[in-house]
């Protein structure tokens, strides 16, 4: 028996990027998806595809920065399905611009409310069902949660709150049997780039990033997949990405630099 088959699975931003690479595959395994986001005609495309792998799907259209929709994401997936096995907090937005020349200072409350109380809104109410089956939490962070980045002071500030959020709850819940996976991925060929808020606080509409340069999102799906499923504390899916986390420790200042690269090579 695979480690999913049959789980009661929710997947917050579902319908593009890493979560819908993550749905697809786990597919295979014959899990029962909730897909959460807020473009229902791509989440109706994304149950076909999964229920032709051999998944159950229920779409629930969600804006996780509402918390009455998060709250009726749980319900519905309780009520179609008749619990919860994992929640994955992957719903989430970034920027793209220097702090000194942003002109709409709402990207970092914008930015806050759909990275970090998001994941906060689902985990509130999805936790008495996971503690019920002993479930998982995985939670798609960010390297930049575990470090500054150029460019990225408000998406930065929101993935760190994550890991202040999740580091903190797995501590309440040593005695429950919920496990908590933090996921740290570099750069990820996805939407998220287009979609980066600029200075002006609207959408650049086109990617920065040396696109076949970076981590695509199915790879990057496969490594979080695996964590979740052997209940590990934290994966980060670069080398520098890990190396960064001791070298911050002993060598700040190369990491300050080797960060100040990434976004310069944009890749």
């Known amino acids: 028996m695979q480690v999913f088959e049959n789980k009661v ?3 917050t931003g579902a319908s593009e990027g890493i979560g819908r690479a993550l749905c697809l595959a786990l597919a295979p395994q014959r899990p029962l998806l909730a897909l959460a986001a807020r473009n229902p005609e791509r989440l109706q495309s994304l149950k076909e595809k999964v229920e032709a792998h051999g998944a159950t799907a229920l779409v629930v259209p969600t804006d996780v920065t509402q918390e009455s929709d998060c709250r009726t994401l749980v319900e519905k997936t309780v009520a179609a399905f008749g619990g919860v096995d994992m929640l994955v907090n992957n719903a989430g937005g970034t920027m793209w611009t220097l702090f000194e020349e942003i002109r709409d200072l709402s990207i970092f409350e914008r930015l806050m409310r759909l990275n970090y109380l998001g994941a906060v ?11 019920a089956r002993r479930g998982r939490i995985v939670a798609v962070s960010s390297v930049a949660g575990l470090t500054g980045v150029p460019t990225r002071t408000a998406y930065a500030a929101s993935k760190h709150a994550m890991f202040g959020f999740f580091d903190s709850l797995r501590v309440e819940s040593l005695d429950s049997g919920v496990s908590i996976t933090m996921a740290a991925p570099d750069f990820v060929l996805s939407e998220i780039h287009r979609r980066a808020l600029g200075a002006d606080g609207k959408p650049i509409g086109q990617s920065p990033m040396r696109e076949d340069k970076i981590m695509t999102a199915q790879a990057c799906a496969k490594m979080i997949l695996r964590a979740a499923a052997r209940r590990e504390r934290l994966v980060i ?3 520098r990405g890990k190396a960064g986390r001791w070298m911050k420790l002993i060598a700040p200042g190369m990491v300050d630099r080797i960060a100040a690269k990434a976004i310069r090579d944009r890749k």
Do not use: E, G, N, R
């Open 237 to 239: 899916t670069s080398l």
């Open 9 to 11: 699975i929710i997947v």
């Open 121 to 131: 809104y689902c985990t509130y109410y999805a936790l008495p069902h996971l503690k």
